[in-house]
């Protein structure tokens, strides 16, 4: 019985129901977003689980969602955009994510690549998304609650690194923890002028594409419990 409803509880019923799952992919696959990988991750990871109770029944809208704590679940637009681009190489070993979030991120790319590095600076909801990772039986995440300006030196270099806030400017840090041939995701700029860029590390240097107008949440300084 346990079983049953742990997977009733994973499935969603009504507005979360696998149908508005299919809906939210076939959208997703419209609007241009054609890696299977990444649109099989999002179809089978139950978001409902990433936002409070009172919002689930909006889970598997293509929008933001506040999760607490002045922060967001990003549109899963985005979240499968960055995990393209982030894969559009070929696969990766090791990738390193700043800002854990509610963790739906974190889970999509713990479907995609072999470890993840994940930092956040928000404690509660770090402990949070650890929770979501165990339920949902995701053992390849590694977690540091921290500064996610100063990336995770220790475990460097990486071959992928996402962002999940807007920097002012590029982390110097993380550029310098990025691999040779790494790809770096990252939203850069104010409030209302932020870019998606992708960086990615050659022989002499990085190479910057500016790709998408997006709006995240700032990328801030400092840990907080």
Known sequence: MRREQDELHHRGIGMTSQRTRERLI????????SNARVLEAIRRTPRHLFVDEALAHRAYE???????HNQTISQPYIVARMSELLLAAGPLDKVLEIGT?????????AQLVERVFSVERIQSLQERAK?????LNLRNVVFRWGDGWEGWPALAPY????????ASE???ALLDQLAPGGRLVIPVGADDMQQLLLIVR???????????????VPLLNGPLV
């Open 26 to 33: 076939q959208r997703l696959y419209e609007e241009g977003l």
């Open 62 to 68: 293509d929008t933001a969602l506040p999760i607490g």
């Open 101 to 109: 979030g509610s963790g739906y991120q974190t889970a999509i790319l």
């Open 131 to 135: 929770e979501r990772m165990s339920e």
């Open 159 to 166: 071959n992928g690194i996402i962002v999940t806030a807007a």
């Open 170 to 172: 590029v982390p110097q």
């Open 202 to 216: 050659e022989e002499q240097g990085f190479a910057r594409h500016v790709l998408d107008a997006v709006r995240f």
